[in-house]
């Protein structure tokens, strides 16, 4: 798949209980993001924007509201479907990279290839693409202990924008990373985001990298506004 | 991790299975091996000796059954196969989210 997806909520719903405490996250949230928009979610801790990013990408689901990306109404999916469409058309990049130890990052980046049931030879000269436009053409055979921070988010970058999906989610990209490292990280997300039109939602704290997204909501109280 | 990209939940039964599969089988063959192998060496060379004027044997004698071999072999099999199955119908019915928040 390329390009992006126009993705849509309507009335996000989200509790949790905490003992005996619930916990109201999403109180009928409403986004819309066009195809090819790259938008930032800002917040304070605990807001619910990863929730949200869970919601909009099939990983969880509200109690209550529509999403619907492109033309998948995600919210009405059985749950036998929301696996398969999380690998067609969502990329997820977390703030702890998540790669598996054990594979170098080649292996990592190639994994949703593997689990669409792509031979590697479908997905070689995509991924040995990836790694050297974010500059790890050197590390291809290096496993994750043998990265750095910064490093590692790349591959994960990488991994998410292998199959080149139609929806990009990214929860605090450079949450772990200095400096240098968070902004070059960031400036290649935009980059690829840009080069592939995919559609971007960032969660993100820092105001300054949120401020060079197209447009940058904000998270509270369980719903979103315009900053 | 793999759930998040896209991974279905016999996906994950199934990577669990293959690798318990190929560790158990690797450490079941290799233990067989190296067992039969000490068996033999012990029993040829007569390591473990033995005063015969009290047992009557100047030796402990090893004698590789087959049966007990393949008994040994089958509850090993059993017992790891059972664990696999549990570690993977675990795994393939944890949650994406709750496996990404711990």
Redesign the interface.
Same mark, same amino acid.
């Given at each position: 798949m390329s390009g992006g997806v126009r993705v849509e909520a309507r009335g996000l719903v989200k509790t949790y209980r905490d003992g005996d405490r619930v916990v109201e996250v999403l109180r009928g949230t409403d986004l819309e993001v066009d195809a090819g928009e790259l938008v930032a979610v800002v917040g304070p801790s605990g807001s619910g924007k990863s929730t949200l990013l869970?919601v909009l990408?099939a *990983?969880?689901r509200a109690d209550a509201g529509k999403v619907a990306v492109g033309d998948v109404e995600v919210s009405a999916l059985p749950p036998?479907r929301l696996?398969?469409?999380?690998?067609?058309t969502v990329g997820?990049v977390?703030q702890f990279q998540?790669l598996?130890a054990d594979f170098t990052a080649y292996e990592n980046v190639v *994994?949703?290839g593997r689990?669409?049931g792509l031979s590697e030879r479908a997905v070689r000269d995509r991924a040995r693409g990836l790694l050297e436009r974010v500059g790890l053409e050197e590390r291809v055979e290096h496993y994750p202990s043998q990265l750095s921070g910064g490093e590692r988010q790349r591959v994960a970058l990488c991994?998410a924008l292998l199959l080149e999906p139609a929806l990009l989610l990214a929860d605090e990209p450079t949450g772990n990373l200095d400096e240098a490292s968070g902004d070059r990280v960031f400036e290649l997300l935009l980059e690829l985001q840009a080069g592939h039109g995919t559609t971007a939602i960032v969660v993100t704290h820092n105001p300054a990298l949120a401020q060079r997204c197209a447009r940058v909501l904000r998270l509270e109280g369980g719903v979103l506004g315009p900053v | 991790m793999l759930g998040a990209m896209g991974a279905r939940p016999a996906m994950l039964r199934n990577a669990f299975l293959s690798l318990a599969g190929l560790l158990a089988g690797t450490g079941l063959l290799a233990g067989a091996a190296v067992g039969a192998l000490a068996a033999w060496l012990l029993d040829r060379f007569r390591v473990l000796r033995l005063p015969d004027a009290v047992y009557f044997v100047d030796h402990v004698p090893f004698r590789l059954q087959v049966g007990d071999l393949g008994a040994i072999v089958a509850c090993t099999l059993a017992l790891a196969g059972l664990c696999a199955w549990a570690a993977a119908r675990r795994a393939a019915s944890l949650d994406p989210v709750e496996a990404l928040r711990r």
């Open positions: 869970h990408g *990983l969880d036998s696996a398969s469409f999380r690998n067609s997820f977390f998540e598996l *994994l949703p689990i669409r991994r | -």
